[in-house]
């Protein structure tokens, strides 16, 4: 197992953490080396996320490019988009029904009583996403911008408009063609050498993590925190493996083996962007999941595929609603479940993107500012997971996704024949 690169990440990210509690409770007589220590593991965690994000948009635009161009025919993008589209909606407002459920039956957070426990975290209005203004942003008034800002919805759909044209144009654009595909491919060799330090950056970026846990904070949080991870460990180890298994020829612990390494790039980086180019590996080489599907699929998985956030900010806002003696109403879930969605589809694979959306909530429906702090002291231990649940979920629907579009294709040869 420890010979395999998933193996290896296993071992970088417990080592990690013991190497980062030793530093917090060994080293707190002499505070200048111990945050020497704390910024080297940092600056080396950076490099590596910074290695990973740095080939994150080309290898968005060249793979969904030579997706389309690898289609057999442009209709079939159309229905894979649809079926793609519709699963991740469908998966996102599941997590956020039974979170809701599982939180509102529960209560977790009353009486708490906790105001006035905790430092207000400051000003954090925002306004809540205009879903109009959402749509209509999809179409990048300047691509160089929306390449440099990383606008991720911009980034595919110049890449869709890109292989839609020169798959369009046939022989009049073989070079083009050609020069996606070789960009793909330099891509994807370039992701395979960043991944073999991995277990190196995992490593560090857990000693930053180990180093800097309030751990009475933790356990003040305990219930909140547990009522979390056990609803994203239902849908990473059960949830998602049962539905792959129901859709395809997939068993569930076959499944489960096969996401080990992207579920523990995912946990230690906390970014779904980051985990990108190892989604795409996962899917191609252990899931037998066709280029075309997962060039398509992951990039748009990672910009608004958020089971994992929908959970976690659910979870969140009723914890801090009850905490604070602000309980919401029957009447008053359904609000509040259409912007926990519209938030979750806006929230990004970034580090903490769930975090600020919670604060927006928090704002935008009159709860306590001051629990903006409360959530965010132990939201690293829970955004990990989160991340890991939102790319194992795009892994499982473009698995099923792409099951169901190779069974519509042999049908349809079957009836031509």
């Not at 290896?8 to 020497?36: K, M, N, W």
């Not at 940092?42 to 161009?69: E, K, R």
């Not at 429906?365 to 989160?386: H, K, N, S, Y």
Request: proline content about 4%; hydrophobic content about 55%; some cysteine.
């Amino acid at each position: 197992m420890f010979r395999s690169l998933s193996g290896r990440i296993f071992i970088g990210l417990f080592l990690g953490l013991l190497i980062g509690s030793l530093i917090q409770y060994t080293l707190d007589s002499v505070p200048l080396f111990q945050e020497a220590c704390i910024q080297l593991a940092d600056g080396i965690g950076l490099m590596f996320i910074h290695a990973i994000m740095l080939m994150v948009i080309p290898l968005v635009f060249f793979s969904i490019v030579t997706g389309v161009l690898e289609l057999n025919d442009l209709s079939s993008f159309g229905r894979l988009g649809g079926k793609t589209f519709l699963a991740y909606l469908i998966n996102t407002v599941i997590a956020i029904s039974l979170a809701a459920f599982v939180a509102y039956m529960i209560e977790p957070g009353a009486g708490l009583a906790l105001q006035g426990k905790f430092p207000s975290a400051g000003d954090t209005q925002k306004q809540l996403p205009d879903i109009f203004k959402l749509i209509v942003d999809i179409v990048p008034s300047n691509p160089v911008q929306a390449l440099l800002s990383g606008n991720m919805l911009q980034i595919i759909f110049m890449a869709i408009m890109t292989g839609v044209v020169v798959k369009m144009l046939g022989e009049q654009t073989a070079g083009a063609a050609r020069f996606f595909q070789v960009g793909n491919l330099i891509m994807m060799k370039m992701i395979t050498l960043v991944m073999d330090f991995a277990p190196l950056g995992v490593c560090a970026l857990m000693i930053k993590l180990g180093a800097t846990l309030d751990v009475d904070i933790f356990w003040n949080l305990l219930l909140y925190v547990m009522l979390i991870l056990l609803l994203l460990f239902f849908w990473l180890s059960i949830l998602y493996p049962y539905a792959v298994s129901l859709f395809t020829e997939i068993k569930p612990l076959d499944f489960r083996k096969a996401i080990q390494e992207q579920f523990l790039f995912a946990l230690s980086t906390a970014s779904s962007n980051a985990t990108i180019p190892v989604t795409m590996r996962t899917l191609t080489e252990k899931l037998g999941v066709s280029r075309s599907v997962s060039g398509f699929g992951v990039p748009l998985g990672a910009t608004m595929n958020m089971g994992g956030v929908s959970i976690y900010i659910t979870i969140a806002t009723l914890f801090v609603a009850n905490a604070y003696g602000a309980s919401i109403t029957a009447d008053q879930l359904p609000t509040l479940l259409l912007n926990i969605f519209l938030l979750a589809v806006g929230s990004g694979g970034v580090p903490g993107g769930g975090l600020i959306m919670i604060g927006i909530l928090i704002q935008q429906l009159g709860l306590p500012l001051e629990a903006f702090a409360l959530i965010a002291a132990v939201d690293r231990i829970i955004d990990m997971v989160v991340t890991s649940v939102n790319v194992v979920g795009d892994t499982a629907v473009v698995t099923i996704v792409d099951r169901l579009e190779k069974k519509s294709q042999a049908s349809a040869a079957e009836t031509i024949s």
